[in-house]
């Protein structure tokens, strides 16, 4: 972000008492400037800032799409929600507008209508669609507070992420604003039943450990949910939070391979070995490879082409393969399951590699690429 938008001022024009998350819309408002390092001030005095209209609740990506681009102004039905504004005249009409609940004049400023699905690039959730935008009141805090919780979603994830437990993480996650839970309370939790999970695999109880694990992985998804939601992201966090996702799989595929014995169906070492070696080193590559591709191409791999987003869904990571556990284990068939995740490493591995390859040949021919989420 430029000069100009790290000393941005933020106005929160006029007043509104119903909450979302649990926060009036003036706190939120004032985390999410905290957060992007803007000043909260009564009146915008500088020669650029950003007016909040307290009518409307947005989804975090509109603030920061409106922040790094002055002259932009959100309206919905023509009444401004969010406008970037470059001069004392432009704040001063924007801010009766918005005190009147009329269209606005200021006719300089570039307007996005949100009822005309105006799209926006959010790379840190690697999605492009239209954010919501809503007027709150006490009858519109439900669908605000699912437009905003589906809103903190990666369009990029998983299969379960994506499609099997949103609507679980939804209930906790209103749950925990409720009652006050922090985002690393809820971690903390997940941490916990993260650890059981990797005992109960070390003794082969695999229906107790997975069922202790899926308990993790929603909560997994609900910290993170809670954090973006009520605005409370911390560095701690983040560092918690991805730091249990990062080291945690490979105790899970190694103690699986010796809670094996409990079921009478334990490798022969050199099984052992070659099983671990494919899944531990893997995972290990996969990682290098993605932050390989992160620091050439200043993206995700799993954003470049459709194709590799539609590949993320099912790539080696840990919930595509807890599906093949869970299957292995219906029939009765644990060892099998983890060959196969071994295979699945070992073949993920390849595409990733191979599509980092391809990604280094198109930049020189074409010059630096561009996620297709960017061109949609």
């Not at 006719?107 to 239209?130: N, S, V």
């Not at 507070?145 to 589906?150: I, K, Q």
Request: net charge positive.
């Amino acid at each position: 972000m430029n000069e100009r938008s790290e000393t941005l001022q933020v106005e929160f024009v006029g007043t509104n008492p119903t909450k979302l998350w649990g926060l009036t819309l003036a706190e939120r408002t004032r985390r999410l400037s905290a957060a992007a390092g803007f000043d909260w001030v009564e009146r915008v005095s500088a020669s650029h800032g950003l007016l909040v209209n307290a009518t409307f609740a947005c989804d975090p990506a509109w603030f920061r799409h409106v922040a790094q681009h002055p002259g932009t102004m959100l309206a919905f039905e023509g009444v401004p929600a969010l406008a970037h504004v470059r001069s004392e005249s432009e704040a001063a009409e924007v801010r009766e507008a918005m005190r009147t609940d009329r269209p606005c004049a200021a006719t300089a400023l570039e307007t996005l209508e949100y009822t005309e699905g105006p799209t926006i690039e959010d790379k840190a959730l690697r999605k492009r669609e239209t954010p919501f935008l809503m007027p709150l009141r006490p009858d519109t805090v439900r669908p605000i507070e699912r437009a905003s919780y589906f809103g903190a979603y990666k369009g990029v994830t998983d299969i379960l992420t994506k499609y099997l437990w949103p609507e679980w993480a939804l209930v906790l996650t209103r749950i925990a604003a409720r009652i006050g839970m922090t985002p690393n309370m809820v971690t903390a939790i997940g941490a916990t039943l993260c650890v059981v999970a990797t005992v109960c695999f070390a003794y082969g109880w695999y229906w107790t450990g997975m069922a202790t694990g899926l308990g993790f992985m929603v909560l997994d998804t609900v910290d993170g949910k809670l954090a973006r939601c009520t605005v409370t992201s911390s560095w701690w966090g983040n560092i918690f939070d991805h730091g249990i996702d990062l080291v945690h799989p490979p105790f899970w595929w190694w103690f699986w391979a010796t809670g094996l014995a409990a079921w009478g169906l334990a490798y022969d070492t050199a099984t052992f070995w070659w099983v671990q070696g494919a899944i531990q080193i893997g995972y290990v590559v996969q990682r290098v490879i993605e932050g390989i591709f992160i620091r050439r191409h200043k993206m995700h791999i799993h954003i470049w082409r459709r194709f590799d987003s539609r590949f993320r869904l099912i790539t080696a990571r840990r919930n595509p393969n807890m599906v093949i556990l869970f299957v292995s284990t219906l029939v009765l068939r644990p060892d099998l399951g983890l060959i196969a995740v071994a295979w699945w490493t070992v073949l993920s591995c390849l595409v990733h590699a191979v599509r980092l390859v391809q990604a280094e040949a198109a930049m020189r021919r074409n010059g630096p690429l561009t996620s297709w989420l960017a061109e949609t």
